[in-house]
C-alpha cells in the first residue's frame, strides 16, 4: 500500500494537491483535494492499466470550469422545484441555477478547496478530506462541518464515505458524481452491461423533476434487474428516454447487498457497487459534445450512479433535513474485478 501527493497549484492561498492511492494489487486511485475529487481510477488488465471513469486531461483542468467529474457535490445533489424549501412555516429560497430550479447545491462543493489527511495501513490507505461551509453559503443555513474519506483496501473496494454536522437545521443531501467507463476512454458506454437491484423508477417531468410517482419497470427500458447493455435504453422510443435524451432517473433500491453493477464491454473489468442510500440517479453523460473543458468528452461516454435520497416532487425535504447537532453519515463502495 503507498500514498504519494503531489502539488499542482497554488492561487488564493490554497494547495491544490493531487493525491495518488495505490494497493498492492497494482489499483491506483487519483484524488484531489479541490472538490474532494475521484480524478482517475486505474485497473491492471492484460492490456495494461486502464483508467475506468472519465477524466479530464489534467488536475489543473477540474478548477477551469465546473464539469462534475468525480466530484463531492452538495449540499444537495440534483434538482429542487423553484428553489424553494419549506421547513414548517418557513420557507428558504435557494439558489436558481437551473432555469427556475435550484440544482447541485448552487456553485456547489465540488468547486472548494478541501483540507486533508492521509492514512496508511497494512490493508488499507485512506484520504479524508475536511471542510468547512458558512452559514447562508448558496443560501443554505447553518455552519456546516463536513468529511469526505476515500479509502483503498487490497480487495479492490474504494469506500466514499460522507460525514457531517450543522449547527441549524439545513438540507443535506450530497453524492460522489463520478461517471463511470469500465472500457477505458474514448468508448461509449453503450456496449457497457449494467445491473441494478431496483424494482421501481421515478419518470420526470419536463423539468427533470419526478411528477407522478413510482413506476414499476417490468417490460419498460428501465428494467436492469437482469444486466443488459445501457445502449438498449438509449435506443428506446419511450418518451422518458427521448425527453431526456438518455437516461437521467431515480431508481429505487431494494436494500439488498449488491445496489448496482457495470461489466465492461470486453469483460476484462467489472465495478460492483453498494450503498447506504435508497436510490442511485443513473445519468448516462447526455449533455457532453466534446466542447469546453470537456472536450475529450461525448455523449454517452460514461454513466454516473449517483447514490442519494431521490428528489421530490415538491418544496417538502424532510428526507434530507439535517437537524442541529445531528451526525450525517453517508457511504457508497465501488469494487472492482479485473
Request: charged residues 20%; negative net charge.
Amino acid at each position: 500500500m503507498n500514498i504519494q501527493v503531489n502539488k499542482y497549484a497554488y492561487k488564493d492561498e490554497h494547495d491544490y494537491c493531487e493525491i495518488e492511492l495505490s494497493n498492492d494489487n497494482g489499483m491506483k486511485v487519483d484524488l484531489l483535494n479541490y472538490g474532494a475529487t475521484l480524478e482517475k481510477v486505474l485497473v491492471p488488465t492484460s492490456n495494461g492499466l486502464r483508467n475506468v471513469i472519465m477524466s479530464l486531461d489534467q488536475p489543473a483542468d477540474y478548477s477551469k470550469e465546473r464539469n462534475f467529474l468525480g466530484g463531492t457535490i452538495g449540499r444537495i445533489v440534483g434538482r429542487v422545484r423553484d428553489g424553494l424549501w419549506q421547513s414548517g412555516p418557513k420557507i428558504v429560497h435557494l439558489p436558481q441555477n437551473d432555469g427556475k430550479n435550484h440544482i447541485h447545491g448552487g456553485t456547489g462543493l465540488d468547486t472548494e478547496v478541501y483540507s486533508f489527511k492521509t492514512v496508511i495501513r497494512n490493508d488499507s490507505v485512506q484520504a479524508i478530506f475536511s471542510l468547512f461551509d458558512a452559514d447562508q453559503s448558496n443560501a443554505y443555513p447553518g455552519n456546516l462541518l463536513m468529511t469526505v474519506k476515500y479509502t483503498l483496501d487490497n480487495d479492490n473496494r474504494i469506500l466514499y464515505e460522507i460525514n457531517a454536522i450543522a449547527d441549524d437545521v439545513t438540507i443535506f443531501n450530497p453524492t460522489n458524481h463520478v461517471y463511470f467507463r469500465l472500457d477505458g476512454q474514448n468508448r461509449s458506454v453503450a456496449d457497457t452491461k449494467l445491473k441494478l437491484d431496483s424494482d421501481y423508477y421515478l419518470p420526470l417531468d419536463k423539468e427533470s423533476l419526478p411528477f407522478t410517482g413510482r413506476y414499476s419497470v417490468n417490460e419498460t427500458p428501465f428494467d436492469f434487474r437482469q444486466a443488459k447493455k445501457i445502449g438498449a435504453a438509449l435506443r428506446s422510443t419511450d418518451p422518458q428516454i427521448l425527453a431526456e435524451k438518455g437516461l437521467n432517473h431515480p431508481f429505487m433500491l431494494n436494500g439488498n447487498e449488491m445496489a448496482a453493477q457495470l461489466t465492461a464491454s470486453d469483460n476484462l473489468v467489472t465495478m460492483k457497487m453498494a450503498t447506504k442510500s435508497p436510490c442511485i440517479v443513473v445519468y448516462t453523460g447526455n449533455h457532453f459534445n466534446n466542447t469546453g473543458i470537456t472536450s475529450n468528452i461525448g455523449q454517452y461516454d460514461g454513466v454516473t450512479l449517483e447514490a442519494q435520497f431521490p428528489p421530490v416532487t415538491g418544496h417538502d425535504l424532510s428526507a434530507i433535513t439535517l437537524l442541529p447537532n445531528e451526525k450525517f453519515n453517508t457511504w457508497t463502495s465501488w469494487q472492482f474485478v479485473f
